[in-house]
């Protein structure tokens, strides 16, 4: 899950996301999204403080890529706290994503040492706000973790 040079691949990155799940688990209403088998959602709740979902589009390999979800809307029930922010990172083609960064760098075999630290910034995971209602897209074999906060 670290390569040669000490930088995280995405699916540590993922495992950080599962990471943040509590042992309380919590129901939530995806509106808007079609019911397609590629797509996980996983919920958990620290009860007074926040909601974590992890929502994953991804298929067993060999069949075709899963087509793109868009939902209209996440709600989660229980929560003991109405929601007044979200935060959200991705893991898919354009963020979280050092191969991207890699091929742009002509895809060196051995990168420099400035080139090292390219990726590994290109390997974090970027927190930005959004909007409760924001109508979310998660790609095929995007991940995708909200926090939606008191």
């Known amino acids: 899950m670290i390569n040669l040079w000490d930088m995280p691949k995405p699916s540590m990155r993922a495992f950080s ?4 799940l509590s042992d309380t688990e919590v129901a939530v ?3 808007g999204a079609p019911a397609i088998p590629s797509l996980t959602t996983l919920a958990s709740l620290v009860p007074g403080a926040n909601c974590t979902i992890v929502l994953s589009n991804h298929l067993a390999v060999g069949l075709p890529d899963p087509p793109a979800v868009i939902i209209g809307k996440i ?3 229980g929560l003991g706290f109405t929601p007044r922010t979200a935060k959200l990172a991705r893991i898919d083609g354009n963020h979280t ?3 991207k960064a890699w091929v742009t760098m002509g ?3 051995y990168p420099t040492p400035a080139q090292q630290q390219a990726l590994i910034v290109a390997s974090e995971m970027a927190w930005v706000s959004m909007a ?3 109508p979310l897209t998660v790609p ?3 991940t995708v973790a909200i926090v939606l906060s008191a």
């Open 97 to 99: 994503n050092p191969h």
């Open 17 to 20: 996301m599962l990471n943040m």
């Open 140 to 142: 095929a074999h995007g």
């Open 75 to 77: 709600s989660a029930t």
């Open 107 to 109: 895809s060196p075999n």
């Open 132 to 134: 409760l209602d924001e």
């Open 29 to 31: 209403k995806l509106s």
